[in-house]
């Protein structure tokens, strides 16, 4: 009995194995890759399609650590002009070795409809410092010293969230999952478009701390967008503990040593949009 039980065992982990296999071959097509775009020592791009949602995006993944041993900080700034910096601006001012918009904002036009003054939404904390903090219905995402990403509720202080340990800290629309657990409905319908495609621009985390930024397209630029679901189905497969939606449409913005990787949307394609603020990554790391 004891032989026949191991018999059975040893059958049922190969059939295992050969479903593992198969699930993995079957994820790999699914999310097709298309493109290396850069390999450096601390950071890659990669491009991909998507056949579920017809969108392409893009994963930019982040060390926690550079060769030496040393944080590669994730930080945030404003932009320099009170109408805001395009993602190609505000990396030749700042000489950033990667940039990405950052909150959703507010603006002020002229009578002419021009933009004069963008600014970005609720709470805004810059190295410990409270900078701005107004209301708001969506989250707030923050950056702890050692760049664990955390999310916190509408309704919290600016001052409650430096005193759980996190210097850097801006608004934007929702988490998507939180200890490698998608967030329930009641959270996604914070934020009313959730079911709808659109570009979209997420900041997740694994659990070594490495960061990974899906930037996808949509529009009909690099495909029609992506819903929530869609999001967090690409996301769950690559194993993040940690994900959170932060500004998308237009604005949705890659920017890697000075060149710009994702698509102009804005003026059918032409134009970069200006934002508020960025997240960034100084070079030098």
């Given at each position: 009995m004891k032989r026949k039980f191991r018999v059975d065992t040893f059958g049922l982990c190969i059939v295992c194995m050969l479903f593992v296999q198969y699930s993995h071959?079957?994820?790999?097509?699914?999310?097709?890759?298309?493109?290396?775009?850069?390999?450096?020592?601390?950071?890659?791009?990669?491009k991909y399609f998507d056949p579920n949602s017809d969108t392409y995006y893009y994963l930019t993944r982040i060390k926690h650590l550079n060769p030496s041993g040393d944080l590669v900080k994730l930080k945030t700034a404003f932009a320099a002009k009170p109408e805001g910096e395009?993602?190609?601006?505000?990396?030749?001012?700042?000489?950033?070795?990667?940039?990405?918009?950052g909150s959703t904002a507010r603006a002020k036009k002229s009578e002419?409809?021009?933009?004069?003054?963008?600014?970005?939404?609720?709470?805004?904390i810059?190295?410990?410092v409270i900078k701005q903090e107004l209301p708001r219905s969506s989250y707030?995402?923050?950056?702890?010293?050692?760049?664990?990403?955390?999310?916190y509720p509408p309704g919290i202080e600016a001052e409650d969230i430096i005193k759980?340990?996190?210097?850097?800290?801006?608004?934007?629309?929702?988490?998507?999952?939180?200890d490698h657990q998608a967030v329930d409905e009641s959270v996604r319908k914070?934020?009313?478009?959730?079911?709808?495609?659109?570009?979209?621009?997420?900041?997740?985390?694994?659990?070594?701390?490495?960061?990974?930024?899906?930037?996808?397209?949509?529009?009909?630029?690099?495909?029609?967008?992506?819903?929530?679901?869609?999001?967090?189905?690409?996301?769950?497969?690559?194993?993040?503990?940690f994900a959170f939606m932060i500004d998308g449409g237009g604005s949705v913005t890659v920017m890697a040593e000075g060149e710009r990787v994702t698509k102009k949307i804005d003026k059918k394609g032409t134009i970069e949009r200006a934002r508020p603020n960025f997240l960034y990554v100084p070079s030098g790391n």
């Open positions: 071959a079957q994820t790999t097509q699914n999310q097709k890759h298309i493109e290396e775009l850069y390999t450096e020592d601390i950071y890659s791009i990669n395009t993602g190609s601006e505000f990396a030749a001012r700042t000489n950033a070795l990667l940039a990405f918009n002419s409809g021009q933009v004069v003054k963008r600014w970005p939404t609720g709470i805004q810059i190295d410990g707030t995402l923050g950056i702890k010293e050692d760049n664990t990403l955390v999310s759980d340990g996190t210097d850097n800290a801006i608004s934007g629309f929702i988490p998507l999952i939180i914070v934020y009313r478009r959730y079911k709808e495609k659109h570009p979209r621009q997420v900041i997740a985390q694994y659990d070594n701390l490495d960061l990974v930024f899906l930037s996808c397209g949509g529009r009909g630029f690099d495909g029609e967008g992506m819903t929530i679901q869609d999001l967090i189905n690409i996301l769950e497969k690559e194993g993040v503990k």
